[in-house]
């Protein structure tokens, strides 16, 4: 398998020089231009050595909110020898809660400030692993013996009573769509084919998504078992954790658990289960680009319809869904459909994973009654706002889910609730944002994310991500007309209509919502080159 194969290269050389890959074109027969576009598109991959120290920094919104720019500066300042340093901005590293963040040498480095970066560069960290911490929605008191799958498996419940159960439970999908999860495996299950596959869609890499890493990092057992239960009902033959590569706490946790139940003889006559590094790429958690990257090819998404729940992995049915959907199947399954129901406030049901960073007191991932609001979230379980910050503006599901104002705050985290107002629950990733920032920098920001990771597939987005990032930036400097707000309204329905994935679709939300929100304040940097909160550049080059 190309990827795999190239990854090898890579572990073993540091890098992937040119004669190897003409080597390894010629043992396999796989036509040169073939590995470079694979190789060239992955971020993981390295064509060129790599220096002592390799910096990947993140300068996505939480970061950027805390200073990571400025950190960028300072060691690009430096000035060392690109052999000695080199210091990339990347796009969202996962580790929100901990901003700045950064991989030093592929590992992760957390609360960075100049000082601690700087003994970080000196010398560089080593993996440590957090302690395991039990988490709430956990049926087993000690280590799991995966009584359920094999009560599954052994036909004592049946594959229909566990669909009917998870129908009952109305579980939906945790991984942006919410698609119902009883559902989806009952379509899977019911599509025709002798060899079906089920993939857990672990490659979380939206700007504030970090309930994933902790759900595998705490619970990997929950997961495990979830997808056994999914590919014993769908009839699958090998399931696959699909892991961004950048989550070796993850990997693991869920290496070790999958091995100690093996040794323990508890997966007898359980599918094959492995892992799948994703080579990275936020458009690789999109679950048909996920598929090409887990066939070998770019990951550049496929036009749906077919869905993968009939042509998915080599055309085959594949059940895809997140880490925390299969976390949840688990759990309902163990508990029962009325241990999950009578969970939840104001009309969301069941006990959800949510992540929380920003301007908070205590950012972390926490496991909340869905349906809570925004504000109690904010203030039960994050302590509230940092001192000295007012609530500013809010983001309640990613990068994807736009911005609504502190009047919004009441709003209950549930999908309905939050579609009803033009958002969405999307990746479980609520950021709070105190007074001191400008909403179109930070939309701006996200913008840049969005373009940075657009696959470049299809035109309107390779195209319209770039227009709305020009334009955008345009403000912040103070130029800019009132013709860019026309352009805005036939830009952003279109990308929304016409682009192949929910990338493109979703990506002008930042700048469409808070020019919704605080028009003023938008309009402020060209109409009068002020930026109210005097944070943008209006004027400069
Ligand atoms: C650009 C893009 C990125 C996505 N990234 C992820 C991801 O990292 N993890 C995930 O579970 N779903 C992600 N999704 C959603 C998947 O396409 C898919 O809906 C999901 O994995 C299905 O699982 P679920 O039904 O359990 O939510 C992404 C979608 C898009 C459009
Ligand atoms: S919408 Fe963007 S990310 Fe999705 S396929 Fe088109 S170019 Fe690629
Ligand atoms: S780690 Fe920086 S925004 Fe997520």
Same mark, same amino acid.
């Given at each position: 398998?190309?990827?795999?194969?190239?990854?090898?290269?890579?572990?073993?050389?540091?890098?992937?020089?040119?004669?190897?890959?003409?080597?390894?074109?010629?043992?396999?027969?796989?036509?040169?231009?073939?590995?470079?576009?694979?190789?060239?598109?992955?971020?993981?991959?390295?064509?060129?050595?790599?220096?002592?120290?390799?910096?990947?920094?993140?300068?996505?919104?939480?970061?950027?909110?805390?200073?990571?720019?400025?950190?960028?500066?300072?060691?690009?300042?430096?000035?060392?020898?690109?052999?000695?340093?080199?210091?990339?901005? !990347?796009?969202?590293?996962?580790?929100?809660?901990?901003?700045?963040?950064?991989?030093?040498?592929?590992?992760?480095?957390?609360?960075?400030?100049?000082?601690?970066?700087?003994?970080?560069?000196?010398?560089?960290?080593?993996?440590?692993?957090?302690?395991?911490?039990?988490?709430?929605?956990?049926?087993?008191?000690?280590?799991?013996?995966?009584?359920?799958?094999?009560?599954?498996?052994?036909?004592?419940?049946?594959?229909?009573?566990?669909?009917?159960?998870?129908?009952?439970?109305?579980?939906?999908?945790?991984?942006?769509?919410?698609?119902?999860?009883?559902?989806?495996?009952?379509?899977?299950?019911?599509?025709?084919?002798?060899?079906?596959?089920?993939?857990?869609?672990?490659?979380?890499?939206?700007?504030?998504?970090?309930?994933?890493?902790?759900?595998?990092?705490?619970?990997?057992?929950?997961?495990?078992?979830?997808?056994?239960?999914?590919?014993?009902?769908?009839?699958?033959?090998?399931?696959?954790?699909?892991?961004?590569?950048?989550?070796?706490?993850?990997?693991?946790?869920?290496?070790?658990?999958?091995?100690?139940?093996?040794?323990?003889?508890?997966?007898?006559?359980?599918?094959?289960?492995?892992?799948?590094?994703?080579?990275?790429?936020?458009?690789?958690?999109?679950?048909?680009?996920?598929?090409?990257?887990?066939?070998?090819?770019?990951?550049?998404?496929?036009?749906?319809?077919?869905?993968?729940?009939?042509?998915?992995?080599?055309?085959?049915?594949?059940?895809?869904?997140?880490?925390?959907?299969?976390?949840?199947?688990?759990?309902?399954?163990?508990? %029962?459909?009325?241990?999950?129901?009578?969970?939840?406030?104001?009309?969301?049901?069941?006990?959800?994973?949510?992540?929380?960073?920003?301007?908070?007191?205590?950012?972390?991932?926490?496991?909340?009654?869905?349906?809570?609001?925004?504000?109690?979230?904010?203030?039960?379980?994050?302590? %509230?706002?940092?001192?000295?910050?007012?609530?500013?503006?809010?983001?309640?599901?990613?990068?994807?889910?736009?911005?609504?104002?502190?009047?919004?705050?009441?709003?209950?985290?549930?999908?309905?609730?939050?579609?009803?107002? %033009?958002?969405?629950?999307?990746?479980?990733?609520?950021?709070?944002?105190?007074?001191?920032?400008?909403?179109?920098?930070?939309?701006?920001?996200?913008?840049?994310?969005?373009?940075?990771?657009? !696959?470049?597939?299809?035109?309107?987005?390779?195209?319209?991500?770039?227009?709305?990032?020009?334009?955008?930036?345009?403000?912040?400097?103070?130029?800019?007309?009132?013709?860019?707000?026309?352009?805005?309204?036939?830009?952003?329905?279109?990308?929304?209509?016409?682009?192949?994935?929910?990338?493109?679709?979703?990506?002008?939300?930042?700048?469409?919502?808070?020019?919704?929100?605080?028009?003023?304040?938008?309009?402020?940097?060209?109409?009068?080159?002020?930026?109210?909160?005097?944070?943008?550049?209006?004027?400069?080059?």
């Amino acid at each position: 398998m190309l990827i795999d194969d190239l990854k090898q290269i890579q572990a073993r050389c540091g890098f992937l020089p040119e004669e190897e890959i003409r080597a390894y074109s010629d043992r396999t027969n796989t036509p040169l231009y073939q590995i470079q576009a694979v190789a060239s598109f992955y971020p993981h991959f390295r064509l060129e050595p790599p220096p002592r120290v390799e910096v990947h920094l993140c300068t996505d919104l939480k970061c950027h909110m805390r200073g990571a720019d400025a950190l960028l500066d300072a060691v690009r300042a430096l000035g060392r020898s690109p052999e000695e340093l080199q210091i990339h901005p !990347c796009s969202c590293l996962g580790q929100c809660d901990g901003g700045p963040a950064a991989l030093i040498n592929d590992v992760p480095a957390r609360h960075l400030d100049l000082e601690s970066l700087l003994g970080l560069i000196e010398e560089p960290p080593s993996l440590v692993f957090p302690e395991a911490r039990k988490v709430g929605i956990d049926p087993y008191p000690g280590a799991s013996d995966y009584r359920l799958w094999r009560s599954v498996h052994q036909g004592e419940r049946p594959a229909e009573q566990v669909i009917a159960d998870l129908k009952e439970s109305a579980l939906r999908g945790m991984g942006g769509a919410g698609f119902p999860a009883g559902t989806k495996w009952e379509l899977v299950r019911g599509a025709a084919g002798a060899v079906k596959y089920v993939v857990c869609n672990a490659d979380e890499s939206e700007p504030g998504t970090i309930k994933d890493r902790h759900i595998l990092e705490n619970a990997p057992h929950l997961v495990l078992e979830g997808m056994l239960l999914g590919a014993e009902v769908v009839g699958a033959g090998e399931a696959i954790l699909y892991l961004r590569h950048e989550y070796p706490g993850p990997r693991l946790a869920f290496a070790r658990e999958l091995e100690r139940a093996e040794r323990a003889g508890l997966l007898a006559g359980a599918p094959r289960v492995r892992i799948f590094d994703s080579p990275g790429g936020y458009i690789c958690g999109e679950e048909t680009a996920l598929l090409e990257a887990l066939e070998g090819r770019r990951a550049e998404p496929r036009n749906k319809p077919p869905f993968p729940g009939t042509h998915g992995l080599w055309a085959r049915p594949t059940l895809i869904n997140n880490v925390e959907t299969f976390a949840l199947a688990t759990a309902i399954l163990a508990h %029962g459909v009325e241990w999950y129901s009578s969970q939840g406030r104001h009309g969301g049901t069941g006990p959800k994973f949510l992540g929380l960073s920003g301007d908070v007191n205590r950012p972390g991932v926490y496991e909340v009654p869905l349906g809570i609001t925004l504000r109690d979230f904010i203030e039960e379980y994050g302590g %509230g706002m940092l001192p000295g910050r007012e609530l500013y503006a809010l983001s309640p599901g990613g990068a994807s889910s736009g911005f609504l104002p502190p009047s919004m705050a009441d709003t209950p985290l549930e999908f309905r609730a939050l579609a009803q107002v %033009g958002s969405m629950l999307g990746s479980g990733a609520v950021v709070a944002i105190g007074t001191g920032h400008c909403i179109l920098d930070l939309s701006l920001n996200l913008l840049r994310f969005f373009k940075n990771e657009s !696959c470049g597939k299809c035109v309107p987005c390779r195209v319209g991500t770039e227009k709305l990032l020009r334009m955008a930036d345009g403000w912040r400097h103070g130029r800019g007309s009132e013709a860019d707000l026309e352009v805005l309204e036939e830009l952003a329905p279109a990308m929304a209509d016409a682009s192949i994935c929910g990338l493109g679709q979703i990506a002008p939300a930042p700048l469409t919502s808070a020019l919704k929100y605080w028009p003023d304040e938008i309009l402020a940097h060209f109409r009068e080159r002020r930026c109210p909160a005097g944070v943008c550049p209006v004027g400069g080059g």
